[in-house]
C-alpha cells in the first residue's frame, strides 16, 4: 500500500455547482425577484402556508417535520422587503433540504431545470443497488449530450461528428446530486444553454409521438419526420439507457422563471416513458443508424498514428482532422505509395489532404474509396506549432505502430 507524502498539497475538490455558482454564498437579496424566488419555491414542491395578504407569503418544504419555514415578500415595495429576502436567502442556504440548494442554484445562474426520474424498485430497506446513481447520470449526460447534437445538426445519426463541439457545449451545464439513482437536476445557463433545453424539449415529445404512433398503427414513419425535431439515434440509446433496469422513467424541462417559457414551448408536464417502449426505441435507434448515408469529402489532417504488419505494403494510419469534417479523427487504410508520403509528411510536420468517404457504418470514424492523398505546404510558424503539438503527444513515439495495432480506435 502507498501512502500520500505528509508534505503534498491535497488534490482538489471540485465543489458542489451550487457553491461553484456563487462561492458558497446565497445570492444578494438585491439581485431576487420575489416573484422568481416564489415561482422556484412552487416549483419544487415549497408549500403556501398562509402569510399577510398582499404583502408576504409563508412557505414550508415538502414533507413532514423539516422545521424550516420562508416569509417571502409579494414584491419590493414594502420597506421590510429586501429583509424578508435576506432572512430567506439564509434559511434556504441552511436548509437540509435538497430542493433547497437547486432553489439558490437557480437564483444564483438563472436557467432552465431538466430533471431526469427513475422508477427504481427499492431493495432491502429501500436500499438502491451501488450503480443506481452512476447508471442515472450516464443516462442524463448521454440525453444532454444528444440535444446538443441536435443543435449542431440535424440527422438521425451522429456518430462522431460534431462530437467535440456538443461535448464543449455541456460544459456550462450544472448538475446536482443524484441521491439513490432515482433523480437528477441539471441546470442549463439561459445564455449558454437554452437551445439545448429547448432542443432536447422538442425531441421528447417528438420521441414520445412516434412511440404512440408506432403502437397505433405499426409504422416507423413518425421517427423519420422526428428528426427535424432532434431525435436521433443517439436520444434513443439514451432513452433506452434511461428506462432499462426501472419500472418507468421521465424527463421534465422547467424554463427559467426570469426568462420566461421560450418561443413555440410550452410549460408541459414530465415526458414518461416506460419498459414497453425500449423495443420500439431499439427499433429506432437501429433504423437511424441504418439509414444515415456515408458522404464524400476532401479532409486535411495531421498524421498521428500509423501501422502496418510489416517493412512493406499497405497500412492503416490515422488523421486528427483540421478541416474538411466535423470529426476528431478518421482512420484510413492506405496503399504502399500513399503510406510513404503519409508518413513522410509526419516525419517533417506537414498535414495531409485526402479525398475519401466518411463511412456512417463505422460512426464516421473511417474514410474509404482514397484517393489525392497529398502534404499540404504550410507556413513556418503554423509546421513548427504542429510539430511541438506532434512531439508532445506520446502517440507519436512509436506511430509505425508498434504500440497500436490495426484495430485501435477513438
Request: charged letters at 25%.
Given at each position: 500500500m502507498t501512502h500520500r507524502p505528509t508534505g503534498e498539497p491535497l488534490r482538489p475538490v471540485r465543489p458542489h455547482p451550487a457553491d461553484a455558482a456563487h462561492d458558497g454564498r446565497p445570492?444578494?437579496?438585491?439581485?431576487?425577484?420575489?416573484?422568481?424566488?416564489?415561482?422556484?419555491?412552487?416549483?419544487?414542491?415549497?408549500?403556501?402556508?398562509?402569510?399577510?395578504?398582499?404583502?408576504?407569503?409563508?412557505?414550508?418544504?415538502?414533507?413532514?417535520?423539516?422545521?424550516?419555514s420562508l416569509l417571502v415578500p409579494a414584491g419590493r415595495a414594502f420597506p421590510d422587503s429586501e429583509d424578508l429576502l435576506t432572512e430567506a436567502l439564509q434559511a434556504l442556504s441552511r436548509s437540509a433540504t435538497p430542493s433547497a440548494r437547486e432553489i439558490l442554484l437557480a437564483l444564483a445562474v438563472p436557467g432552465d431545470e431538466i430533471h431526469w426520474w427513475r422508477d427504481i424498485p427499492a431493495g432491502p430497506g429501500g436500499a438502491t443497488a451501488w450503480t443506481a446513481e452512476e447508471q442515472l447520470r450516464s443516462a442524463a449526460r448521454r440525453t444532454l449530450?444528444?440535444?446538443?447534437?441536435?443543435?449542431?445538426?440535424?440527422?438521425?445519426?451522429?456518430g462522431a461528428r460534431h462530437r467535440r463541439q456538443a461535448a464543449a457545449a455541456l460544459d456550462t451545464v450544472l448538475v446536482g446530486p443524484a441521491a439513490g439513482g432515482r433523480r437528477l437536476t441539471a441546470f442549463a445557463p439561459v445564455t449558454t444553454g437554452r437551445s439545448l433545453a429547448v432542443r432536447l424539449?422538442?425531441?421528447?415529445?417528438?420521441?414520445?409521438?412516434?412511440?404512440?404512433?408506432?403502437?397505433?398503427?405499426?409504422?416507423?414513419?413518425?421517427?423519420?419526420?422526428?428528426?427535424?425535431?432532434g431525435v436521433s439515434h443517439e436520444l434513443t440509446e439514451a432513452l433506452v439507457a434511461l428506462v432499462r433496469g426501472t419500472e418507468g422513467a421521465r424527463i421534465a424541462v422547467a424554463w427559467a422563471p426570469a426568462a420566461g417559457v421560450p418561443e413555440g414551448c410550452a410549460a408541459a408536464e414530465p415526458v414518461e416513458f416506460s419498459p414497453g417502449d425500449l423495443p420500439v426505441l431499439l427499433e429506432a435507434g437501429l433504423r437511424y443508424q441504418r439509414a444515415e448515408?456515408?458522404?464524400?469529402?476532401?479532409?486535411?489532417?495531421?498524421?498521428?498514428?500509423?501501422?502496418?504488419?510489416?517493412?512493406?505494403?499497405?497500412?492503416?494510419?490515422?488523421?486528427?482532422?483540421?478541416?474538411?469534417?466535423?470529426?476528431?479523427?478518421?482512420?484510413?487504410?492506405?496503399?504502399?505509395?500513399?503510406?510513404r508520403v503519409a508518413g513522410h509528411a509526419h516525419l517533417v510536420g506537414l498535414p495531409v489532404r485526402v479525398r475519401g468517404r466518411l463511412e456512417s457504418r463505422g460512426g464516421f470514424r473511417r474514410l474509404t474509396d482514397v484517393g489525392e492523398l497529398a502534404p499540404v505546404q504550410v507556413d513556418e510558424a503554423e509546421r513548427d506549432r504542429l510539430m511541438k503539438a506532434l512531439q508532445a503527444n506520446a502517440e507519436t513515439a512509436a506511430f509505425f505502430g508498434e504500440a497500436c495495432g490495426p484495430d485501435c480506435e477513438d
Open positions: 445570492p444578494e437579496p438585491a439581485d431576487i425577484d420575489p416573484a422568481v424566488l416564489t415561482a422556484l419555491l412552487h416549483r419544487h414542491g415549497w408549500q403556501r402556508r398562509g402569510g399577510a395578504a398582499g404583502r408576504y407569503d409563508r412557505w414550508t418544504p415538502p414533507g413532514p417535520g423539516t422545521g424550516t449530450l444528444a440535444a446538443a447534437l441536435a443543435t449542431r445538426a440535424r440527422a438521425g445519426f451522429h424539449h422538442h425531441a421528447l415529445y417528438a420521441t414520445r409521438e412516434a412511440i404512440d404512433y408506432r403502437r397505433a398503427t405499426g409504422g416507423m414513419d413518425a421517427f423519420d419526420t422526428a428528426v427535424t425535431a448515408p456515408s458522404m464524400t469529402v476532401r479532409i486535411t489532417g495531421t498524421v498521428v498514428r500509423m501501422h502496418r504488419s510489416g517493412h512493406r505494403g499497405e497500412g492503416t494510419v490515422r488523421l486528427r482532422v483540421l478541416a474538411g469534417a466535423e470529426v476528431g479523427h478518421v482512420r484510413i487504410a492506405l496503399g504502399e505509395e500513399d503510406y
